[in-house]
């Protein structure tokens, strides 16, 4: 069971298999794995036992950063994911604690959760992948509905007051074109974040 792997020069923790989304264009859709990584598909989720054995495997002297972001939404187990990230930061303060999410941890806690990542967690990339609501429900396919996407930039322009750096991710061409990208771009800068393109990973 792959727990945690590495990606360049960062450690990724995949605590999931579960989420919200079946978005269209999700790498879970070419394959087992990515970037030569073992098989992401959990047959059990690990216990945060299990998440701190494996986060402790790594010479964190030799990496970047530490990434949540396996084959699932990270905050679907949010307890755990507070508690490994807590873990990582009592080992070494100075160590960096991304989580790559779809932005949607209220609707799947049931509460405000923003906060929480405080004093935690260094930076929240959350996948926007659009500027349109319509289109983001048509491309994500979010269990939510049309809940889904105002709660996305609520919990972005929350998250902004909580964390050091929020940034906001789209898929580049031919996902999404230049004109769509500064325009969100604007919106992401308008909620308090940045925003970053990230590269469209063919089959």
């Known amino acids: 069971m792959t727990i945690t792997y590495q990606v360049k020069q960062s450690v990724y923790v995949n605590l999931t298999n579960r989420c919200p989304c079946a978005c269209r264009f999700c790498l879970r859709n070419n394959g087992a794995s990515v ?19 494996s986060l402790d495997k790594w010479d964190y002297n030799r990496y970047r950063e ?17 508690s490994a990230a807590e873990y990582l930061k009592r080992r070494d303060p100075t160590l960096r604690v991304r989580v790559n999410t779809n932005g949607l941890s ?4 049931g509460k405000p959760t923003a906060q929480l990542f405080t004093g935690k967690v260094d930076c929240l990339s959350i996948s926007l ?23 996305l ?11 050091p750096e929020v940034v906001m991710t789209v898929v ?8 769509k990208q500064a325009r969100c771009r604007a919106l ?4 308090g974040a940045h925003l970053r393109v990230r590269p469209y990973e063919a089959k």
Not at 66 to 82: N, S
Not at 172 to 179: A, F, I, N, Q, Y
Request: proline residues 7%; glycine residues 6%.
């Open 129 to 151: 992948n659009t500027d349109d609501a319509a289109e983001y429900l048509d491309m994500c396919r979010p269990k939510f509905g049309e809940a889904a996407y105002p709660a």
């Open 172 to 179: 580049g061409e031919p996902v999404t074109s230049l004109e």
């Open 153 to 163: 930039l609520a919990f972005t322009k929350e998250a902004a007051t909580a964390v």
């Open 35 to 53: 970037f030569g990584s073992d098989p992401l598909w959990l047959e059990r989720e690990p216990t945060l036992e299990e998440v701190e054995a």
């Open 106 to 109: 209220d609707l799947v806690n």
């Open 188 to 191: 992401a800068e308008s909620l």
């Open 66 to 82: 530490v990434v949540f972001c396996g084959y699932g939404e990270p905050t679907e187990r949010l307890d755990v994911l507070l």
